[in-house]
């Protein structure tokens, strides 16, 4: 796929390392500095190329039900922020992140970001070196931890009735993850394969027995543990949301709402007897028993029986002809607005 010539002229020497389609022609460009967020010529706006510094102090989400605004926070720039389709959030996070955490010089140059997980305020990064955390509203900021891998020398997990605790020991102390077990699988796994790659075993048992101090190293270490001032587990536990039906009257019971007006047409004790002369149109006030009556439409109109002819038909006709002309360009018209609301209607939801 080839890129935007305003994009290629921006990235003033720089290799795109991940690009993500934001919809229509609207792209995300990441390289090892910035973010590059491209936008294709429309009806609310030009053709342009808007940078983002990977150096940023904080990156936070704001999701809503139909787009997600990226915001990052500088020292001297204060915040800058750009916005995407909501379905496009899980996509463009996980490269965004991994250039800020570049950028910040908290991943080392060839270094991947594996996998990136959320657990309401709580941000668990997995990279090919080591595992960073971060809690609070912020996806990431300077108040983070990290934990290479050289440092690690136990991999463990403590499962619970709502969550599991992923047990990393640094250096004699337990490093606590505490994770949703709906999604602890996954977590569990995309550590376990980064540790096992990092130190080329093949299962965490084989791990251990790698990891495992020596004699010597083990009788030096104190027995009680110690958690530190940074240990403290995660509060990772994702709010319980409740379902809630409008539809539904308290009680359980559907209240229906009858809105049929009533039959306008009532029946009366009597018939009244006609006004029209007209002997066809006559209804006797006292039919004979067993004879049909014939009912008369009372909305009709009815034409008398002598009617004059009517006189200039051509002229009628000409007006008509018009009328219907008039009618099909606008028509013409309404099909053309149409169609420029919903390209607008299109460009909003991309969030321009």
Known sequence: MTVPG????NLEGEEIAARVTLGDDDE???TPTRTLIYRASGLLSDESVDEYPHNA???TLTEKRRK????YEYALEGERSFTIPATRTEDVLHPVLAGVLNGNGITDPGETVVQTFRFSEVTVIVTSD??????????WDTDFEKYHYDDVTNL???EGSVATQVVLETDGRQQRLKIPNDQVDEVRERIKRALCSYYDVGSIGELNALLEPEEDEREASTSTVDFGPGVDPLDANPPVLEETDSSRAEGGETVVTDSQPPDSTTATGGLTEPTSASSDQQVQSSPAAGTPVRQVDANRTERPETEPASHGTDAILER???LEAVIEAQNDQLEAQQATIEQLIAELRQGR
């Open 6 to 9: 305003m994009v290629q002229s």
């Open 156 to 158: 463990s997990f403590e």
């Open 28 to 30: 995300l460009f990441i």
């Open 57 to 59: 102090d904080r990156l």
């Open 130 to 139: 080591r595992l960073v955390k971060h809690i609070g509203a912020a996806v």
């Open 68 to 71: 997600t605004k990226f915001t």
């Open 320 to 322: 008509l002809d018009a």
